[in-house]
């Protein structure tokens, strides 16, 4: 079956789209299938944004009236799914909203989800990976009964890269009645300021975790950060314990970081942890004991005390500039 | 104020994991209640006591040879266990289970449907919303917060930049990530309780979804499983004094400094 059909779900941000959507809509065109993108809040930039990337066709749930995207946009979905029929696959981002609408219409449509995706290859039908066991082992799948096919797929898995395409024809998408299922809706919007690059785009990462002791100490975690001009990660327990914002977490349940170099500092390398960064090109770790998991994968290990170790750190790249 | 928690006993997350022959995860040894999931049952239970009334239950899927974890659940405060244990279900995807669960979640009838954002062993992280959908509730997911204000539950839920203030109407579903509370130690009290509280075990057919779980059902198939392209060790230095210089070195070699 040569895929002539793929639907790619690309979460509006900042007059563009989330880099993974934009990650997606790249790889999407590379299997010389019709990308059509589905987006909601649309506008002559989005369409732009679409068509440079790759997509024919934009559709456009338009304005959800302050609901969470879960529900409108996937009853959309399966309401275009009715009308012009089913497409080969449906590649939506691994994103808090990206699941939302992955759920709601994979139980609308009957039909099942693959999520966790890191690759995706056109073998005559869709062949998936999957990282287990925190990325130490790859499970391949695929679906095998009637199509769509619906594929949650994770940052970072593909680069993003422009295609030079002009704008998308945007079509309308409305989601129809919801019902009760609608009844979500974002009362007020908070956003935490953080200084510095991105998490998932910054060249260095420092990240934290238990081993700093305590949530004071994360400030040279900040520090070394700041001073390489990197963004401040940390470990799942630390973010647990409520040392610091969810925003900050890197792993299976947080972030997937692929920076120049990872510098981990008190993490002992769980699973769960190891799966969000192990892509890093270089990774550096510090940890007091020798045989933590972390210095495994690491290129660059220190034995020792993270609060020793960081604050001579800090003091050599302050002196250095 | 009436609550069903969705919970998963799984094989201890510290110990070594692996797939049996036919790519399921091996689960023989003993389970344990996700630890994801025990935040899920301490919010329900300060939901309820707040309230002042109604009272709290598990649901779960999966063995039910070894249920210490909903025991657990119990000995923490919640009132009765409902588990589907079946070896019809061995195999059964995100959508199959999300089916069994609503079939005896719509027995219940809750106020509040509370689930963990995902398991910490299988983490396909769709199960909660495929549930809602397919009891026609609203859903929330990823709440850092969760409060009850008459008919309506509030939640303050994560984004990629800080949170958004959500509000929908009971009855409806809500997804929280660890650390929305503290999750209480089962006290000798409760344990001992829970040995006398009600745990149903119910199979497929008392659920009728024959033919929508197991493999079959599930309509998607491991084609292969392999070790991934490994990192390995480079160079490891006991501090004495001049970790911070190699690692400058380090960062220099690399060109970052």
Redesign the interface.
Known sequence: MALSNIWIVTEPSNGSYTTTSLELLTHGRSFGATVSAITWGGNAALAAAAGEYGATTLYDVGDLGGALPGVPVASAIAALVASVGAPDAILIPNSYDGRDIAGRLSARLDRPVLTNVTDLVDDGGLATEHPIFGGSQTVKARFTGEGPGIYVIRAKSFAAESGGGTAASVVAAPSGDVGATGGAIIAATHVEERVGPKLEEAAVVVSGGRGLGEAEKYALIEETAKLLNGAAGASRAIVDAGWVPYSHQVGQTGKTVKPTVYIACGISGATQHMVGMKGSKNIVAINKDPDAPIFQIADFGIVGDVNKVLPALIAALKARA | MNIVVCVKQIPD?AAP?S?DAS?NLNRSGKLILDEADTYGVEMALQLVDKAGTGEVTVVSMGSAADVAGLRNALAMGAAKAVIVSDDALRGT???GT?KVLAAVIKRESPDLVLAA??S?DG????????I???L???????A?SVAIDGTTVKVE?????????????LP?LVTV???VVEPRYASFKGIMAAKSKPLEVLSVADLSLADQIGPTG???????????E??????????E?D??????G??ES?K??
Not at chain 2, 230 to 239: H, L, Q, T, V, W
Not at chain 2, 243 to 248: F, L, N, T, Y
């Open positions: 997350p994991q797939l790519h995807d995100a959508l999300a954002t995902e910490s983490y396909t992280g769709t199960t909660p919303v495929q809602a959908e397919l026609g509730l609203p859903s929330i997911t990823f850092k839920r994560q984004t990629e930049s800080g949170f958004d203030e959500v509000t929908a109407p409806a990530t660890a650390g599930a309509r998607q198939v491991i084609t292969d499983v392999v070790t991934a490994s990192r390995s060790a480079g160079e490891k230095y006991i501090d004094g970790g911070a210089e190699r690692i400058v380090f960062l690399i970052v400094l």
